[in-house]
């Protein structure tokens, strides 16, 4: 319990301490552009492949589960209920979080036990402000743009395979689903990805900073970083679907 609540303890001073470098200095606007790029467009292909086969997967699963009662017609229904309200933001969540979240962990782990960041301090650099604000701009730059990205791939596919594979009425399916979602629920997407986007990036970088010396300390900073953004993206998603759509 006391080693939880000194990790608690840690954290918050260290979100603090990032808050306090990103309002009192100037905007890494160049930074933050490199970073939105590595982050956004790096991400977008095996984003986009897995965006489709989830959409075919719900369509598939859609249909078994209302065919015996007659319901097919409600796939575009359930398509959007669980893929645009749900699965896409967490699903995009989780991915960035593999992949992005674990190279800000371990680049950052890197230079701590390198003394990289001690150096930066002793050259009056704040290291909050030159390592994690450029990151956390550029993540919540493009995350939600990957949400909506995400969004119209997996509706597609999952269209296409309700048309051509099941053999469902196109019309139908697109009637249900926007019968079932609006436009406020995409932005609640771009709500939950600006939420998940600042979790994934402050974890990932906070452990990057609390790594311990040598090869080991990075792989466990970069496994607990994982590990704690996917959990914290869950809980998150959890209370802003209550919030949002309670």
Same mark, same amino acid.
């Given at each position: 319990?006391?080693?939880?609540?000194?990790? &608690?303890?840690?954290?918050?001073?260290?979100?603090?301490?990032?808050?306090?470098?990103?309002?009192?200095?100037?905007?890494?606007?160049?930074?933050?552009?490199?970073?939105?790029?590595?982050?956004? %467009?790096?991400?977008?292909?095996?984003?986009?492949?897995?965006? %489709?086969?989830?959409?075919?997967?719900?369509?598939?699963?859609?249909?078994?589960?209302?065919?015996? &009662?007659?319901?097919?017609? @409600?796939?575009?229904?359930?398509?959007? &209920?669980?893929?645009?309200?749900?699965?896409?933001?967490?699903?995009?969540?989780?991915? %960035?979080a593999a992949k992005a979240g674990t190279e800000m962990a371990s680049q950052i782990a890197v230079m701590r036990i390198r003394q990289q960041i001690d150096a930066l301090?002793?050259?009056?650099?704040?290291?909050?402000?030159?390592?994690?604000?450029?990151?956390?701009?550029?993540? /919540? @730059?493009?995350?939600?743009?990957?949400?909506? &990205?995400?969004?119209?791939?997996? %509706?597609?596919?999952?269209?296409? /395979?309700?048309?051509?594979?099941?053999?469902?009425?196109?019309?139908?399916?697109?009637?249900?689903?926007?019968?079932?979602?609006? @436009?406020?629920? @995409?932005?609640?997407?771009?709500?939950?990805?600006?939420?998940?986007?600042?979790?994934?990036?402050?974890?990932?970088?906070?452990?990057?900073?609390?790594?311990?010396?040598?090869?080991?300390?990075?792989?466990?900073?970069?496994?607990?970083?994982?590990?704690?953004?996917?959990?914290?993206?869950?809980?998150?998603?959890?209370?802003?679907?209550?919030?949002?759509?309670?």
């Open positions: 319990m006391i080693a939880g609540i000194t990790g &608690l303890g840690r954290f918050g001073g260290f979100l603090a301490t990032l808050v306090v470098a990103s309002v009192t200095h100037r905007p890494p606007i160049r930074s933050t552009f490199e970073e939105a790029y590595r982050i956004g %467009v790096r991400s977008l292909p095996i984003l986009l492949t897995i965006s %489709v086969f989830v959409g075919t997967n719900l369509s598939v699963q859609g249909y078994n589960a209302f065919a015996p &009662l007659g319901g097919q017609r @409600l796939i575009g229904m359930f398509v959007a &209920l669980a893929g645009v309200r749900e699965l896409a933001p967490i699903m995009v969540a989780a991915m %960035v301090e002793v050259m009056s650099i704040n290291p909050h402000w030159y390592l994690v604000t450029p990151r956390l701009f550029g993540i /919540v @730059l493009v995350l939600p743009a990957l949400t909506v &990205l995400s969004v119209f791939a997996l %509706v597609t596919a999952s269209w296409l /395979v309700a048309i051509f594979q099941l053999g469902l009425n196109g019309q139908q399916f697109i009637e249900y689903a926007s019968s079932t979602t609006r @436009l406020v629920d @995409l932005w609640y997407c771009m709500v939950k990805a600006f939420a998940f986007g600042i979790t994934i990036c402050v974890v990932s970088c906070y452990y990057g900073f609390q790594s311990s010396p040598g090869p080991s300390g990075v792989g466990s900073a970069t496994n607990a970083a994982v590990v704690s953004s996917a959990v914290a993206c869950a809980v998150s998603n959890y209370l802003l679907s209550r919030v949002l759509y309670g």
